[in-house]
């Protein structure tokens, strides 16, 4: 391969040494491919651009901490498959664990310590809001948009009950951090979802009834007639 390079280049009379060509080649073999969107650094340095942050050093400091816990989070999703949970059934519901069952019990078992170094990181260095800001960005703005939800679909919504789901929403959403997936996290808020469906079930409002009616005036503004039941 080398001889017909040196060759090539004496036929052409270019003035350039095989040398300087395969230290070239060299070069490129060794290039590593660009980072893709989804890959921890590119994740961090994103979201925290969002921030707007005049101290270099900080912002540095809470790019450095999101792609520590995001590295951490995938390492331990790739390395903990859900077979490592055996088959079997939710002791309360009675229904065989999914494998998203499953992999969200491995998955549960992360260190603690991958999660209080993030918190404790981004407190250190950002006030409230800007750490929710970043909380919203690793839940794709859940604790918003299920909250609109609500707000559809109860009526006569009161000071109490926006608290109750918000403070509900916000625990979800931290929990939600430690997940790799967008059906792992919405998993996480399904927790979270059904205590507070139960809230107003428990306080005198049933939940199935109000989200039906919502459901079927939806389905009437489309034209679709509601199901009898």
Excluded: C
């Excluded at 996290?185 to 428990?202: L, M, P, R, V, W």
Aim: hydrophobic share 40%; glycine share 4%; no cysteine.
């Amino acid at each position: 391969m080398k001889k017909s390079i040196v060759v090539l280049l004496m036929i052409t009379g270019l003035a350039v040494s095989p040398k300087m060509i395969f230290a070239q080649n060299d070069a490129h073999a060794k290039a590593k491919p660009a980072k893709g969107k989804g890959d921890p650094d590119v994740k961090a340095a994103a979201w925290v651009a969002t921030l707007n942050l005049t101290d270099t050093a900080k912002a540095s400091r809470v790019k450095q901490l999101i792609t520590t816990h995001l590295t951490a989070v995938r390492d331990f999703y790739n390395s903990h498959d859900y077979t490592s949970v055996p088959e079997g059934i939710n002791p309360i519901t009675g229904k065989v664990f999914s494998k998203l069952d499953r992999q969200v019990i491995i998955n549960s078992t992360i260190p603690k310590t991958v999660h209080t170094d993030l918190m404790d990181g981004l407190k250190k260095d950002l006030t409230d809001e800007q750490v929710e800001m970043i909380l919203d960005k690793y839940t794709i703005g859940k604790v918003a948009f299920t909250m609109n939800g609500y707000k559809s679909i109860v009526p006569n919504m009161t000071n109490d009950d926006e608290a109750f789901i918000l403070t509900n929403l916000k625990l979800a959403r931290e929990e939600a951090i430690d997940y790799k997936n967008v059906d792992e996290i919405s998993n996480i808020f399904k927790i979270y979802k059904t205590k507070i469906e139960a809230y107003f079930t428990d306080s005198g409002r049933n939940w199935h009834a109000m989200y039906k009616a919502y459901s079927d005036s939806a389905k009437a503004k489309k034209g679709i007639v509601p199901d009898a039941n």
